[in-house]
Every structure is written in structure tokens, then in C-alpha cells.
């Protein structure tokens, strides 16, 4: 007994020990994460931004990535810690982008696989609103902020503040807080491999998840929303 005891206790500090780890370089933090599944193209991005401009982020901490590659059956947000060496990985929503008649054409088949990223330029419906993105995933770089309540997204799984401020870093993402889109819970999200339902632009994940993002992720650190089908 006191044997199973020794050995359970060296394989827990090994543990411990590889959790603990030191990313000091662009490198080790590259082939670290590679090495636990993120996918390699999208991490490249976000490492390259995230050293070329620490200045702009006050919580240096984490680096998420939220790969739009992937079916939303995959948990495909990835959230890095750069301290430990950690990843958590959580079910994304994409954006329905609905047209002037109400059809989901950024995801058109609902399969689970996102298409666009922007309407038609020739679209009534989008010189209507000024805005040919209504209700898509914003491709791009982008800042998560401050937290906020919103009694749309209160599921009663996060008490206080339930909701994150993105503010957009690329072109692509300059207008996320103007049209208010941020992180939150929503019950079309599940926690399990099913094709997700649509948001209306935001990185939604499931109900009773946020208490386990929120508090790394907001203060300022590096949000990636990776969408090579829409560059």
C-alpha cells in the first residue's frame, strides 16, 4: 500500500511539473501548444500579434483562439496560458448572418461549418442598415475588455457581471464594439459535440461555462477569431 502511495505521489508531481512549465521564447510557446493540439497556422498569427504588440494588451497572461476552420461539433476555442502552459478548450458559436429576408447565410446549411463573413455589397437589406456585416463572425485580432452584467445573456450560472467588451485591433474587427460584440453564455450553445446554434456576430459558448473564461480572459488580453474562408 505505502508503494502505490509513493507511486501515485511521484506521477502527481510529474504532473504538476509538466503544468508548471517555463515558455520563455516565441518557440517554446509555438511547439509547446502545437505539442497539445493547437492548431499550428492560427497560433503562428496570434503569436506573431501578441509580441509585436504587448503594449496594447495589459493582461499578458492568456491568448485565445477561437478557429472558425473547425466545425462548431469540435471544441474549437482554445485558451492559452502563457504562465503555465495550460490549455482549456471550450465549444464557439459562429454568426448566422442573416439577409434582408431572414436566411442565415454566413451558415447557410446549418452545418455546423461557417461560409461568410460578409453579405452581398449589392444588398438593399445591408445599404439599409449601413452595415454589410449584420450578424457575422468578425474575422481579426481583437482586445477582451471589460466585464459587464446584461440581463439578456443571465442564465443564473454567473452571477454579476456575465459578459465581455471585445474592442477590435484589425480592420476586420474595428467595429465589434460599436455593433456590441462580446463574449457571452447562450442556451443555443451546448457543452457537447453537437452542431451549435448561431449568434448574431458574437463568440458565444454554453451556459455555465463563463465562470471558467471570464476570469482569465478579460482585463485586456489577445482574442483571435480565425477565419481563413472569409480573408
Not at 476586420?172 to 456576430?201: M, P, W
Amino acid at each position: 500500500m505505502k508503494i502505490l502511495i509513493i507511486i501515485l505521489s511521484f506521477y502527481s508531481s510529474l504532473s504538476l511539473a509538466a503544468i508548471n512549465i517555463h515558455l520563455d521564447s516565441y518557440s517554446d510557446i509555438l511547439e509547446h501548444f502545437v505539442a497539445s493540439e493547437v492548431p499550428r497556422k492560427p497560433l503562428q498569427h496570434a503569436l506573431d500579434f501578441y509580441f509585436e504588440n504587448q503594449d496594447i494588451l495589459t493582461n499578458k497572461r492568456y491568448i485565445t483562439i477561437g478557429d472558425y476552420s473547425q466545425n462548431s461539433r469540435e471544441k474549437r476555442l482554445y485558451i492559452l496560458d502563457l504562465e503555465t502552459g495550460e490549455l482549456q478548450r471550450e465549444y464557439l458559436a459562429h454568426g448566422s448572418g442573416r439577409n434582408r429576408v431572414g436566411r442565415p447565410v454566413g451558415d447557410k446549411d446549418h452545418d455546423g461549418i461557417l461560409n461568410k463573413c460578409k453579405h452581398s455589397k449589392f444588398s438593399k437589406f445591408m445599404r439599409l442598415v449601413k452595415h454589410r456585416r449584420f450578424g457575422m463572425t468578425r474575422p481579426g485580432f481583437m482586445r477582451v475588455d471589460e466585464t459587464y452584467y446584461s440581463k439578456k445573456f443571465d442564465y443564473g450560472s454567473m452571477p454579476g457581471h456575465n459578459s465581455i467588451f471585445l474592442t477590435g485591433l484589425s480592420h476586420s474587427s474595428k467595429d465589434v464594439r460599436k455593433h456590441s460584440v462580446v463574449f457571452h453564455e447562450a442556451s443555443y450553445v451546448k457543452n457537447e459535440s453537437v452542431i451549435q446554434g448561431r449568434t448574431l456576430g458574437c463568440p458565444a459558448i454554453p451556459v455555465g461555462r463563463m465562470k471558467f473564461v471570464l476570469p482569465k480572459i478579460s482585463g485586456g488580453s489577445l482574442y483571435y477569431s480565425y477565419v481563413p474562408q472569409c480573408n
